[in-house]
Every structure is written in structure tokens, then in C-alpha cells.
């Protein structure tokens, strides 16, 4: 589910940067954003999501990300 959302938000927000991180091989990673389970999704450097988040929820911090990046197609959650 998150990975089909994710390539939706690709397709809505065209300059969104996906980097999917496999903690066993980059542990620093995990450290980084102090990832203690996975799956885990961290949004602009901020770790955001610890499980899988919700459909909505996800497209909403993915789409405000993008507002406040001044992407095209970015809106808030308001918008």
C-alpha cells in the first residue's frame, strides 16, 4: 500500500525524491531518524511515520511537504 501511494504522490508532486532505505545494509540510517521498527517513513528529514501509515494521512504530509517545497502540484491539506 505505502509503495503505491508513494508512486501516486510521484505522479501529483513530479519533483517528489523517493530514496527507499533498507536498514540492514545502511544501519546509520536508522540511527539517524532513531528507527526502532520498520516500515518507517521520514518526510524532508523528519521522521514522520512509524507502521503503515493511513492512505489520507500519508497523502497529506506527502502533499504538504510539497506545498512548503513550492512544488508544482504542492498543496496543503486545506487546499
Given at each position: 500500500?505505502?509503495?503505491?501511494?508513494?508512486?501516486?504522490?510521484?505522479?501529483?508532486?513530479?519533483d517528489?525524491?523517493?530514496?527507499?532505505?533498507?536498514?540492514?545494509?545502511?544501519?546509520?540510517?536508522?540511527?539517524?531518524?532513531?528507527?526502532?521498527?520498520?516500515?518507517a517513513?521520514?518526510?524532508?528529514?523528519?521522521?514522520?511515520?512509524v507502521?503503515?501509515?493511513?492512505?489520507?494521512?500519508?497523502?497529506?504530509?506527502l502533499?504538504a511537504a510539497?506545498?512548503?517545497?513550492?512544488?508544482?502540484?504542492?498543496?496543503?491539506?486545506?487546499?
Open positions: 500500500m505505502v509503495a503505491r501511494l508513494i508512486e501516486e504522490a510521484k505522479a501529483e508532486l513530479p517528489l525524491q523517493l530514496e527507499e532505505v533498507d536498514v540492514t545494509e545502511r544501519p546509520e540510517v536508522a540511527v539517524r531518524y532513531r528507527v526502532m521498527a520498520t516500515p517513513i521520514a518526510i524532508n528529514g523528519r521522521l514522520e511515520f507502521g503503515v501509515p493511513g492512505e489520507e494521512a500519508l497523502r497529506e504530509r502533499q510539497g506545498s512548503r517545497e513550492g512544488w508544482p502540484g504542492g498543496r496543503s491539506s486545506a487546499g
